[in-house]
T-cell receptor, first 112, second 112 residues
Framework: DAMVIQNPRYQVTQFGKPVTLSCSQT?????MYWYQQKSSQAPKLLFH???????NEADTPDNFQSRRPNTSFCFLDIRSPGLGDAAMYLC???????????FGPGTRLTVL | GQQLNQSPQSMFIQEGEDVSMNCTSS?????WLWYKQDPGEGPVLLIA?????ELTSNGRLTAQFGITRKDSFLNISASIPSDVGIYFC????????????FGKGTKLTVNP
């Protein structure tokens, strides 16, 4: 059974058109993460939530926002996607900040 | 920032051969993780290592947490075509810095 679910798996948007990516988890983990992964690169952490506490990485562009309305769901909002934002977006969860992270299958974002 | 040096960058092997890859760092890590990523999918956890010197197996996979806590290796025995993918090492520094630090990945190709 899938434990970290991402929807949609593929998303196409137009330059400048806001887009929202979704992540849900059945693990009841406290921490949820969003990563950006570009081709042939390692995942890059954008931000994470420890419960309701939001932690932004210093180099995450302001164009990226996140919401976590409850334990199970977390959303990534890209306010004005640029061509450089085309990437795989990965959601991950862990029971605690020190625990092993489990990744979802990712959403491949294409910006036209 | 912290870096993990992962090698080799890519490997081309014949089915049935054994594979070895490793990660090194100038920093001491509390946790080492090995993930495998198939094309278009999220990273899947293979092995997690929590203690210096720890040697852990998962089927044909074996990984070790280096005694200095600055390195780890992953071995795959008797490779099969489905072993194809990108293998990432990742470490957690601990001491309040629990963000995952990723290596750049080893791309494995297995020729039948």
């Amino acid at each position: 059974d899938a434990m970290v679910i991402q929807n949609p798996r593929y998303q196409v948007t137009q330059f400048g058109k806001p887009v929202t990516l979704s992540c849900s988890q059945t693990l009841n983990h406290n921490v949820m993460y969003w990563y950006q992964q570009k081709s042939s690169q390692a995942p890059k952490l954008l931000f994470h939530y420890y419960d309701k506490d939001f932690n932004n990485e210093a180099d995450t562009p302001d164009n990226f926002q996140s919401r976590r309305p409850n334990t199970s769901f977390c959303f990534l909002d890209i306010r004005s996607p640029g061509l450089g934002d085309a990437a795989m977006y990965l959601c991950a969860t862990s029971r605690d900040w020190r625990d092993t992270q489990y990744f979802g299958p990712g959403t491949r974002l294409t910006v036209l | 920032g912290q870096q993990l040096n992962q090698s080799p960058q890519s490997m081309f092997i014949q089915e049935g051969e054994d594979v070895s890859m490793n990660c090194t760092s100038s920093s001491i890590f509390n946790t080492w993780l090995w993930y495998k990523q198939d094309p278009g999918e999220g990273p899947v956890l293979l092995i997690a290592l929590y203690k210096a010197g720890e040697l852990t197996s998962n089927g044909r996979l074996t990984a070790q947490f280096g005694i200095t806590r600055k390195d780890s290796f992953l071995n795959i025995s008797a490779s099969i075509p489905s072993d194809v993918g990108i293998y990432f090492c990742a470490g957690q520094l601990g001491g309040g810095s629990e963000k995952l630090v990723f290596g750049k990945g080893t791309k494995l190709t297995v020729n039948p």
